[in-house]
């Protein structure tokens, strides 16, 4: 379908004008496309996939994912606030330790998914 047309004008024609500020109205604000770039960012992260992906398989002890990654502890937790401060996880304190989970168990297949479509 051949929707680009220009008239004598060098300008688009009136539908796909009519289409275009159809299309603009229906996108999301600046300010979720921003917030949802940022989620996209810390995805782009192979330790903060990990994480996701160890999580998928239940919660976990910071000191189980600190064990498993084989990183610093500093490390972790940084990677761990940038999941929790996003949506990704979740924590649970318990004693000094903090358990973390995912907020929706199907992220990790979902973020499987993206991968594999790209």
Not at 41 to 50: E, F, M
Not at 92 to 104: A, F, N, T
């Amino acid at each position: 379908m051949k929707t680009c047309q220009i008239s004598g004008e060098d300008r688009p024609n009136e539908n796909q004008i009519k289409r275009m500020k159809a299309l603009i109205a229906s996108l999301p604000n600046d300010e979720q496309f921003e917030e949802n770039s940022g989620k996209l960012k810390a995805l782009s992260d192979a330790t903060r996939l990990k994480i996701l992906y160890l999580l998928s398989g239940g919660e976990l002890c910071v000191c189980e994912i600190i064990c498993a990654l084989d990183k610093p502890q500093s490390s972790v937790s940084h990677h761990l606030n940038i999941l929790k401060s996003l949506g990704f996880i979740k924590g649970r304190k318990e004693g000094v330790w903090i358990h973390y989970s995912l907020i929706d168990p199907k992220i990790a297949q979902l973020v499987n998914e993206l991968i594999e479509v790209l």
